[in-house]
């Protein structure tokens, strides 16, 4: 029930990497014989069939070690190299760590940071946006599906806008592509971060689309040496992971409209046994939502304690895994407290993530297990000992 987390590699893409190990380790850089040529065939192979899924050409596809890696380019990259133009960012308050974190660092060196709240289904204003714009904005980011709580944002809308205004759109896609639909063209994006492993691909390799004409996007590569990804993300390319990242979005594009249906009839029966439990709250937008996120508040129940309680049969999580990677961020989500949850309840929130291989009979175990362990909880430790706790 983790799957925002990662997903497991799908077997198909194992297969698809395992000969790049062995039989054809070349490096695809090495242009004199055959080892090379075969591993740089991959590797373009690869290229093509991200590109194709997303509506980008290849030479727009950089590799990179993960979405974290491609969001620090991508906002780094810009705001250092069109410094002499603006050093005005836009962001919302909902990011990923690797977007926020990369801000606060901005701001640090001098950039100056508007970070827009979002409503309570965790949508932000675009006229929020539209108003926030400056003549010294360089760039604006915002996020296309949200890590907690599933929110789609309106990405096409914002694009448009960016567009019309010449600032340069990035949005982290990490969480969509390979769930939603994604057309780089038709909704203005100009540069977008995805990760492998998110799609049943393996981990530590990721992508930044960098839109090459309408316009060109200029980087400052944050890796220099060798000149590898036209010279925007130097060293040795890991030939076997881009082989299964290919793969990967490939599977997940053939399947797309299957695999939404299928999980979410299999989201949705959970959230209905949820809601039949007592002081339930469905976080994230109704219905622009991804089809397997269910982020659910069960008031009373601290998470802690509920995933304390399921350790050995469910695996869940409270929020972002790369939140909860820094013991000193605070045990609060600051997505839930920007859709307007009170740290208390924000506390009593647990993310379920479902995926390519849940099935139903996973699903029902689930909502048993969840049902049972909520109201134990709530029998042990009435509002009066939660409400007691605080003051302590
Ligand atoms: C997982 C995730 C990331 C980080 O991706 P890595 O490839 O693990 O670095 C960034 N943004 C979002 C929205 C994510 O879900």
């Known amino acids: 029930m983790d799957y925002h987390a990662t997903t497991p590699v799908d077997q198909r893409v194992v297969d698809a990497m395992m000969p790049y190990f062995t039989a054809h380790f070349g490096n695809a850089a090495s242009k004199q014989h055959s080892y090379g040529w075969t591993a740089e065939a991959a590797v373009e192979h690869a290229r093509q ?53 990369v801000c606060r660092n901005l701001e640090e060196r001098g950039f100056e940071v508007t970070c827009l709240p979002v409503d309570g289904n965790g949508l932000v204003n675009v006229d929020d946006i539209r108003r926030a714009m400056t003549a010294g904005t360089i760039l604006v980011s915002v996020m296309m599906a949200n890590n907690e709580i599933g929110t789609i944002a309106p990405i096409a809308e914002i694009g448009k806008l960016c567009a019309e205004h010449g600032i340069i759109f990035h949005t982290d896609a990490t969480q969509a592509v390979g769930k939603i639909s994604v057309d780089v063209q038709a909704m203005n994006i100009h540069l977008m971060s995805f990760s492998a492993h998110k799609v049943y691909g393996p981990k530590g390799i990721g ?82 939502r991804l089809h397997n996120n269910l982020n659910v508040t069960f008031s009373n129940v601290p998470a802690d304690d509920l995933m304390m309680a399921l350790r050995n049969d469910v695996a869940l999580s409270s929020g972002s895994a790369c939140t909860s990677a820094d013991p000193e961020a605070g045990k609060v989500s600051h997505v839930l407290k920007a859709i307007g949850l009170d740290d208390e309840h924000a506390r009593c929130s647990v993310r379920f993530g479902l995926g390519r291989f849940t099935t139903e009979e996973e699903v029902r175990f689930v909502a048993e297990r969840v049902t049972k362990a909520v109201e134990e909880i709530r029998r042990k430790s009435p509002a009066r000992l939660i409400a007691e706790r605080e003051l302590a």
């Open 49 to 101: 069939t991200i590109a194709r899924t997303i509506n980008a050409d290849a030479n727009e596809i950089i590799f990179t070690s993960g979405a974290t890696e491609s969001n620090n380019l991508a906002l780094k990259g810009v705001a250092e190299n069109f410094r002499s133009r603006g050093n005005h960012i836009i962001t919302v308050q909902t990011e990923h760590r690797s977007v926020l974190d």
């Open 207 to 288: 992508a930044l689309y960098v839109r090459s004409k309408n316009p060109y996007v200029k980087l400052l590569p944050q890796i220099d040496g060798g000149g590898h990804e036209r010279g925007m993300r130097s060293g040795t390319l890991n030939v076997p992971a881009i082989v299964g990242f290919g793969k990967a979005v490939q599977l997940a594009a053939e399947n797309l409209e299957n695999e939404s249906a299928r999980i979410s009839r299999l989201r949705n029966m959970l959230e209905h046994r949820f809601m039949n439990i007592e002081e339930t709250r469905i976080n994230g937008h109704p219905a622009m």
